[in-house]
């Protein structure tokens, strides 16, 4: 932020709206601390949490997993929330987990197209692409199109399913396990697996591509 | 509500625009943005369906131009003022000017990690089985209300297959307007994009949508 307002603040420096909001967050922040309905310092920690505790490393350990150790890939498929809970990984906005898996016949796509749903415990706080309105709109009815705009061409005859969460599941994609991979750790696995590839804008990394 | 929110099919938004390493927040603000409705939702005075009716309820053109952080701010700015915990005025001073309504709670820092760990499930159980079952041929309701709604409007009048029943859940359309959460079951439906979008629709195409059991009728 490197304007800001002169005078009177009023009509002549309207143009650039992240100053407007930041005065705007700035008076709600004040209003509410003087009422005491507030804590500053929550907001430093819920701040904290999303900063470094929760974000898409988590699901990418979560996907590790489910490449490496089939019978948890069969328990993420049965029941998302349980699996992903024994992981350490629960909590907002990863209340009710789904896992969808790519397989070589069926990409997945997610997308909530009333919102801003997103599975936060596994993913962290979503870009701000996933809230707004292109991708929103298009990726129920042109996900190929979508896809493209992320460098994704996926072959004519692969089928694609969109996921809209408009109810209070929350999807996680699972992708393809990259082919070169036999023999590799978990921790190897989780550093193929990108934030993208787990909405389904893109695919897990090939271990050449991720160095 | 038929409201700017409901974007699925719409053309014309631009580019989608992904940010190569994106950071978490894009300006101070952000963060706070992001802490204060965190902080209020947790006094326990409106539901989460209430606050996504307030963020629809935006006029258009300012739904459609602002951040979504900007949207939140807004609608949450509402939300205060309509359960009576600030004032229009003192939003305008900057500062507190009368004493409002004392929340249930106020979420403390000592408290954050507990609250974010727990979250907010929405999962009740009804004392009824559910009408439809798995490979079901359905039909979505056609219906504009008015009041909040998480059937899309693309989605409306579309004959689709359930593919799971995935457990009874909080009514949104109840909730989001103080009526009580009277669960239902969910179930996650999918389309042929033919279905959906007609002529030239992706043949390779399917979408779901999670459906409680009101928005779905028998075929």
């Not at chain 1, 350990?61 to 629960?90: C, H, M, N, Q, Y």
């Not at chain 2, 929405?122 to 059937?151: E, I, M, Y």
Request: some cysteine.
């Amino acid at each position: 932020m490197s304007e800001h307002h002169h005078g009177d603040g009023h009509g002549h420096h309207h143009d650039n709206h992240f100053t407007d909001m930041e005065a705007r967050v700035k008076a709600l922040e004040t209003v509410l601390t003087e009422k005491g309905l507030i804590d500053p310092e929550a907001i430093d920690a819920i701040v904290e949490t999303y900063e470094t505790k929760v974000g898409p490393r988590n699901g990418a350990r979560v996907v590790a997993k489910a490449w490496s150790d089939p019978e948890f890939a069969d328990w993420l498929k049965r029941d998302a929330t349980a699996a992903i809970a024994s992981l350490g990984f629960a909590g907002r906005q990863g209340e009710h987990m789904r896992a969808v898996f790519n397989t070589p016949d069926t990409h997945n796509l997610v997308v909530c197209t009333l919102c801003s749903c997103y599975p936060w415990a596994v993913l962290g706080l979503p870009p701000v692409w996933y809230k707004a309105p292109p991708y929103r709109s298009r990726a129920v009815i042109d996900p190929r199109g979508v896809l493209a705009e992320f460098g994704l061409e996926l072959s004519a005859e692969k089928k694609i399913r969109v996921w809209d969460s408009t109810a209070e599941l929350r999807y996680l994609v699972v992708p393809e396990r990259p082919e070169g991979t036999e023999g590799f750790s978990e921790d190897a696995l989780a550093e193929l697996v990108t934030r993208d590839s787990m909405i389904g804008t893109g695919l897990a990394l090939s271990p050449e591509a991720a160095r | 509500m038929n409201g700017p929110h409901d974007l699925g099919g719409q053309h014309g938004l631009g580019p989608i625009a992904p940010e190569k390493d994106e950071p978490y927040f894009h300006a101070e603000w952000e963060k706070r943005a992001l802490g204060i409705t965190l902080s209020c939702g947790a006094f326990g005075a409106w539901t989460l369906d209430e606050s996504r009716h307030a963020r629809e309820s935006l006029p258009p053109p300012i739904y459609l131009s602002a951040s979504y952080y900007e949207i939140w701010v807004r609608a949450l700015e509402t939300l205060l003022k309509r359960h009576g915990f600030i004032t229009q005025a003192e939003l305008d001073t900057g500062h507190m000017l009368e004493k409002g309504r004392e929340p249930k709670r106020v979420l403390k820092a000592e408290m954050v990690a507990g609250v974010l760990a727990t979250g907010g499930p929405c999962d009740r159980p009804v004392d009824r089985p559910p009408r439809f079952a798995v490979g079901q041929t359905v039909r979505t309701k056609n219906f504009n209300p008015k009041t909040h709604t998480r059937l899309p409007r693309y989605a409306r009048a579309k004959v689709g297959v359930v593919e799971a029943v995935q457990g009874s859940f909080v009514f949104p359309d109840d909730n989001a307007h103080g009526k009580g959460e009277n669960p239902q079951w969910l179930y996650t439906v999918v389309f042929d994009a033919g279905e959906i979008w007609g002529e030239g629709a992706d043949p390779t195409l399917t979408v779901s949508i999670d459906a409680w059991e009101s928005y779905l009728e028998r075929v």
